[in-house]
DNA sequence: CCTTAATCGAGACGGTACGTCGTGTCTTTAT
DNA sequence: ATAAAGACACGACGTACCGTCTCGATTAAGG
């Protein structure tokens, strides 16, 4: 039995009537990107809770079938979705092969770049980002992944400013390691998850004024 | 009338016809009590996220109605059964007024907190708590139960060690913030958040000795 | 992950406003009814191909999972539904306990369950019952309940128009054994399966006199 | 950009790398018998409520396209696959032309016909045959395919055993009609539909004893 | 012989329905 | 009154097929 001797039914395929191109049937590329999209909106909109497969093949108008075919969880639907709406550190400036400006001392760096985690951490994606965290705890690969995609690439481009600040005298030799390069990172993120509270740029400055520069700077 | 020989009867409601006793029917505190270790247990078997309270009414052997009754999410009932089950602060050697050694150095207590830190986090509890950390990301009072549970007595140890280190002569004297006392636990859970594998004794070692003994000692 | 941290809903619950009273959620019987009146209804308008038990549960106003609970299967609320509506022998004044007018002869009793059968036969309910028996050619236990339920009370008639034609000295004391009573249902269920045409009452009146009375009339 | 490196990639469309041929595509009249033999197959194993294109397609290693192209329904395919791998009137002895030994008596003939009319109602395809004949309920165009197929050929066999017996003196004279060449393959057909049992030769036996004699015999 | 047009194989696509599970509410029965 | 049990209305789950469609790869035929 299971499925379907379900009514040949008389196929209204009408293009919706009023529409200009029959609005081709979309695929590959171009269907992933209209999926993320309604996934990123939906989540920005309903919250990851709230957060269905099924309302986002309704908003994207394809198949859930379109979507399980191409991600078999929804933590890592949302994550691409984050992925693909969220800056990368390259699109404010900090990727590893960005140029830095010489009058931009190793501090300022790190104030933009601890401006830039604290804006992400608050916006709704953010909020996502943490509640797919959520479903990470006993997810061992899901960890991975959230740490491939968003934390490798701060935490390169904070050793990068580190090494840069080496080389201009700024940074003692021994501070470029990862273990420093998370510091910064674990004191913001740990801090939005305590409280849940808007951090100031107070608080942003005070980390970095009394932990991160303390701890990296040359003793000259 | 004919109606329904097909119908799968509701099976008649006899109280199980062999059971002896009906092993007396709990209420009040004595049913909250076998509710929250149901749950607890519930949280350390399957985790935080395929959690239901189904099971755990089916588990605690009542019914859902007892349950809604009492907690009117599942957050709050893991956040309570948590509380029931863990251990108090000062029972892991972290109390305000709980006395080191004088022959420990600095270094030697950070290592001992940072240990108790992981172990607690690595608990089947701990993931639990980490789960009901980040679910509570919209809700402060939950937010703050856990930052007063968890999170407060180890920013108050640490101080304590870091001030009695400026009394040794081990720390620098402008160290003792809660800032500075927030790196260390932040360092671990981010960790543990990140990868959600267990941390070894070389990465808290690492985390002390190259982040926490050169932010904090005292440049001789 | 499984299900739903389902975002709470903000109950809407209102009773509908402009009801009367707030539809008290039915149960048991009640219940039971309601849907095998949907049931019918769906499979009357639809037929048995286009019937889903998704829009019997949305006809009926109900969750699919009620409607599983008491019927594994399609087929089987589909015959509790016929079951239900459909004419018994006993409506039609053919039961076994039913008295038949003195003045009636055999002949004129076997006419009149002619025409009963074919009347049901061709009704909405018939295509939906003949249907079923589609689903039935593959399970066993499927084929038994359409007999236990539809055909053996029309047998059980027939054989007391057999037996009373015997005590009339219309037939012959032989006759009156279910091979014989199945004649004349099956004649007419094969020739409705056959050609799918509409059954004259000449048809009816030949497959009477031409097989039924031969066969059975006593050679007086 | 950052796109989806989560997405499961459809993957590449090699051909098997290690198949050494290709095992020659085939197409036309090979493709379709491919086709109908895989579609035979099915049904036979599964069943025709289960039966599926999709099942067909991959056992007959084709695309579903390939089958669409040809066969519009369901019903149709399974037909025509009945079609080509039952045996023929002819083949089990029912053709127009089949001689009978003259020793055989009317009775024996009917034994006979009715055993191999059983022996191929029982077998996978007769099962088969039976649900599609159902599905063909409001299909008249099916309903006399089948009727011409399967059920003509047994007709016009009993009704020339029937003339035979006339002939012989062992039926009455009156008796060679339709309808009462009917009467066999109906009780056998329903007794079929009904209980979906195997038919037990007693069962024939007493099918004919009990009706086919009594009614056409000669009273002499 | 080499195009060129079919048509094949594979499977993605937008859907519908499946049967299951868990939610939070409600009802019934028995302490 | 409250506990236990579980039915109920609901909605989402992830799967299976539907019938249509696109996309190379293969072929058989025609120039």
Same mark, same amino acid.
């Given at each position: 039995?299971?499925?379907?001797?379900t009514?040949?039914?008389?196929?209204?395929?009408?293009?919706?009537?009023?529409?200009?191109?029959? +609005?081709?049937? =979309?695929? &590959?590329a171009?269907?992933? *990107?209209?999926?993320?999209a309604? @996934?990123f %909106?939906?989540?920005?909109h $309903?919250g990851y809770?709230?957060?269905?497969?099924?309302?986002?093949?309704?908003?994207?108008?394809?198949?859930?079938?379109?979507?399980?075919?191409?991600?078999p969880t929804?933590?890592?639907l949302?994550l691409?979705a984050?992925?693909?709406?969220?800056?990368?550190?390259?699109?404010?400036?900090?990727?590893?092969?960005?140029?830095?400006?010489?009058?931009?001392?190793?501090?300022? +760096?790190?104030? =933009?770049? &601890?401006?830039?985690?604290? *804006?992400?951490?608050?916006?709704p @994606?953010g %909020?996502?980002?943490r509640? $797919?965290k959520l479903?990470?705890?006993?997810?061992?690969?899901?960890?991975d992944?959230?740490?491939?995609?968003?934390?490798?690439?701060?935490?390169a481009a904070?050793l990068g400013?580190l090494?840069r600040?080496?080389?201009r005298?700024?940074?003692r030799?021994?501070?470029?390691?990862?273990?420093v390069?998370?510091?910064?990172?674990?004191?913001?993120?740990?801090?939005?998850?305590?409280?849940?509270?808007?951090i100031?740029?107070?608080e942003?400055?005070?980390?970095?004024?009394?932990v991160?520069?303390p701890l990296?700077?040359?003793?000259?």
């Amino acid at each position: 039995m299971a499925t379907s001797e379900t009514a040949r039914r008389v196929k209204a395929n009408s293009p919706a009537p009023g529409a200009v191109a029959v +609005a081709q049937r =979309r695929r &590959g590329a171009a269907l992933e *990107r209209a999926i993320l999209a309604a @996934a990123f %909106a939906e989540v920005s909109h $309903v919250g990851y809770a709230a957060f269905s497969v099924e309302s986002v093949a309704a908003r994207a108008r394809t198949g859930k079938a379109s979507i399980y075919r191409r991600w078999p969880t929804k933590a890592e639907l949302v994550l691409d979705a984050l992925d693909a709406e969220l800056p990368s550190p390259r699109d404010i400036g900090l990727g590893p092969d960005c140029h830095i400006d010489e009058s931009v001392t190793t501090e300022q +760096a790190l104030h =933009r770049i &601890g401006e830039t985690i604290v *804006r992400v951490l608050s916006s709704p @994606a953010g %909020a996502a980002m943490r509640a $797919v965290k959520l479903e990470a705890v006993d997810d061992l690969k899901l960890a991975d992944l959230i740490d491939q995609r968003f934390h490798e690439p701060r935490r390169a481009a904070l050793l990068g400013i580190l090494e840069r600040g080496i080389a201009r005298g700024e940074v003692r030799p021994d501070a470029a390691t990862p273990v420093v390069a998370d510091v910064l990172p674990a004191m913001l993120v740990h801090r939005m998850l305590l409280t849940n509270e808007p951090i100031s740029a107070d608080e942003v400055h005070n980390a970095i004024s009394l932990v991160m520069i303390p701890l990296v700077q040359a003793h000259g």
